[in-house]
């Protein structure tokens, strides 16, 4: 059976698999396995606004859309090199393209970064297109939703009571109805410091960051809760002494407060302090986060789910943080595509603490969010809701992110 012949067989064509409950009833009633929509993909296509976007295309004009982030300046010629692995494939048998993929990347530096991100970013697309065939959302895909909104946090776009823009992104937060907020603490270019190589904070620098605490605690209502990152710079006393000075303040979470690659220092920070650490968003696959959980290093894990392998392999870490009775709180600096695709993760899981959003943010790579599909804004009142329309459920709007392109690149053309 074609898609066509299986619209035609849910008896009420388009209109019928666009509404959740006569797709499912459908499924349910009209098909077998055998069924399924036979899909072929014909065509994989990239473009890079701030991140790398996929398209993938299929014999039957449904194609998907997916997004990967950060470690992406040459992902697009690594999307290009799984061409062999997509096309002709069936996209609805996500896990299998999935794995082929991933293993034939292990002579290629298929373990983590660049690789593991563009693989993310095809499995995303895999997903949109999956729910587009079969007219389910990819919540439901997922396992089913246990929550209808996810809740976000807004990372400040100020942090210093020396910002004369201060108050405005203080009460945006507020005003926009957040319930969290996160600021940064790391500052390279602090006068204060000695050396501009070596990440051992003097005494001024760690006044400063406690500064930058105690101010927007002091600024902020009470309900609203605040995280610090700091970004993985410094080296293990710091993190130890930051970790400690800002025990009062009763954190969300302190973020990266040594680098990723050395988990037992990481542990080490995490058993000096109740101040609870998270950490995750420069970690990569099942495979990278099983570490973490195995030597107790963080409280929270922040799998940045357009760089760590996928929305399935999200889920899968999530799984494995739950065992542990570790939250994940993911780290986001996708475009509403990735942000909703990652929501669609959040709202299955049980361990779904917050996601990230710069939505107070002043840079205009950030400001530019809204414009990105065509339903607009997507968080109402600091949460976003999980649509019930097919795939990830948003429409790209291709006029306003041709115009977004990074210079010199084409929008899927
Ligand atoms: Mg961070």
Redesign the pocket.
């Known amino acids: 059976m074609d898609r066509r012949a299986f619209l035609h067989s849910t008896g009420g064509g388009l209109a019928g698999l666009f509404s959740l409950q006569g797709l499912s009833a459908a499924i349910q009633t009209q098909t077998t396995p055998g069924q399924r929509p036979r899909l072929k993909i014909t065509d994989v296509k990239t473009a890079y606004t701030q991140g790398i976007h996929v398209r993938i295309y299929t014999d039957q004009g449904i194609f998907g859309n997916g997004e990967g982030v950060d470690s992406v300046s040459g992902a697009a010629a690594i999307i290009q090199g799984f061409r062999n692995f997509l096309i002709g494939q069936n996209p609805l048998n996500i896990e299998a393209i999935w794995e082929r993929i991933r293993t034939s990347g292990i002579f290629a530096g298929g373990q983590a970064g660049q690789y593991v991100t563009a693989l993310g970013a095809v499995e995303i697309a895999l997903w949109d297109l999956a729910g587009k065939a079969v007219g389910l959302p990819v919540y439901q895909l997922m396992g089913g939703k246990v929550r209808d909104r996810v809740r976000v946090y807004c990372d400040s776009g100020t942090n210093t009571r020396a910002d004369p823009q201060a108050k405005k992104y203080i009460s945006q937060i507020v005003d926009m109805g957040f319930t969290a907020t996160k600021i940064d603490i790391d500052d390279g270019a602090d006068p204060a410091r000695f050396d501009r190589v070596n990440w051992t904070a003097n005494n001024q620098e760690i006044d400063n960051m406690v500064d930058k605490v105690r101010f927007m605690r002091e600024s902020l209502p009470r309900h609203i809760e605040l995280a610090v990152?700091m970004?993985?710079r410094y080296d293990l006393g710091t993190a130890k002494r930051v970790a400690k000075e800002l025990e009062p303040f009763r954190l969300l979470w302190i973020?990266?407060p040594v680098p990723p690659e050395n988990v037992d220092a990481m542990r080490d920070v995490r058993e000096s302090t109740h101040t609870p650490i998270c950490a995750g968003?420069n970690v990569f696959l099942r495979h990278g986060f099983r570490e973490l959980f195995e030597k107790r290093a963080v409280d929270i894990i922040?799998p940045d789910i357009q760089k760590c392998g996928g929305l399935l392999e999200a889920r899968k870490i999530a799984d494995m943080a739950h065992t542990y009775y570790i939250p994940m709180a993911p780290?986001a600096q996708a475009s509403p595509i990735g942000t909703m695709a990652s929501c669609h993760v959040m709202a299955a899981i049980p361990n779904a603490l917050v996601l990230e959003w710069h939505w107070s943010h002043p840079a205009p790579r950030l400001t530019r969010w809204r414009q990105y599909v065509k339903e607009g804004e997507i968080i109402e009142k600091g949460h976003i809701t999980v649509p019930d329309r097919p795939g990830i459920g948003l429409e790209m709007d291709d006029a306003a992110c041709r115009k977004m392109v990074r210079p010199g690149t084409a929008w899927f053309d």
Do not use: A, L, Q
Request: charged share 50%.
């Open positions: 990152d970004h993985g973020e990266e968003e922040m780290h």
